[in-house]
């Protein structure tokens, strides 16, 4: 009897643990989930994490991303903000849905994409994905 | 109503449906922004809209309700 009491404190002590252990974890992603919206408020949360991990993982990582920067509708001069795009990174950009630049770039670190923010307040948002891999310029 | 419309929680809005105040249906609600939901329609490529927070008129039963007519959405909110 005094046994098998020992044994269920054991299984309940090593069940609360690992349920805490669980607790903690979820807490501190939900935690690192809103830091990364304060600090990256218009950055797609998905590119945002995978370059977190590409680059902290991956030190050869090349930064390859495709980033999509949208801008408020009519109030840009994209073919402007196209140019702009060209002399920063030498891709050519294509338009979609007449407010968002389109491009792979390589290098887009996550201090990268903070200065493209930093320098061009007219963006409203960003997305895109990020790839392990570098692809052609032109791929999807 | 107050500015954010009586949502306390904004991430209870992901996977909830927008419609258009013409009742037509944007998408399903992907992430929360700032300012803006993104709003995602379709399977495979989906058509994507940036909706600002100040363009819902309600939450209620789970569904998302915006001021604005669906020309108005795909026109100003599209951006994939």
Redesign the interface.
């Given at each position: 009897m005094t046994e098998k009491n020992t044994e269920d404190t054991h299984i309940n002590t090593t069940s609360s643990s690992s349920s805490s252990s669980s607790a903690k974890l979820k807490s501190s992603y939900q935690n690192l989930l809103q830091e990364a919206?304060s600090l990256f408020?218009?950055v797609?949360?998905?590119l945002l994490l995978d370059i977190v991990q590409f680059e902290t993982n991956y030190d050869d990582w090349e930064g390859s991303v495709l980033l999509?920067v949208?801008y408020p509708?009519?109030k840009v001069d994209l073919d402007y903000k196209k140019e702009w795009i060209y002399k920063r990174y030498q891709r050519m950009s294509s338009i979609?849905?007449n407010?968002?630049l389109r491009f792979k770039a390589i290098r887009m670190y996550l201090e990268e994409l903070e200065k493209l923010l930093k320098d061009d307040s007219d963006i409203?948002?960003i997305?895109g994905s990020a790839t392990m891999t570098p692809s052609d310029a032109y791929s999807a | 109503m107050d500015a954010n419309k009586g949502i306390d929680d904004w991430q209870s809005l992901v996977n909830k449906p927008a419609y258009t105040n013409d009742e037509k249906q944007v998408g399903i609600v992907s992430a929360i922004q700032a300012e803006n939901l993104v709003v995602s329609n379709g399977p495979i490529t989906p058509d994507k809209y940036l909706v600002p927070k100040a363009s819902i008129k309600k939450f209620d039963q789970g569904i998302i309700y915006l001021n604005d007519s669906w020309e108005f959405v795909k026109e100003k909110y599209k951006f994939e």
């Open positions: 919206a408020p218009k797609d949360q998905k999509k949208v509708a009519e979609e849905e407010r968002t409203e948002y997305t | -």
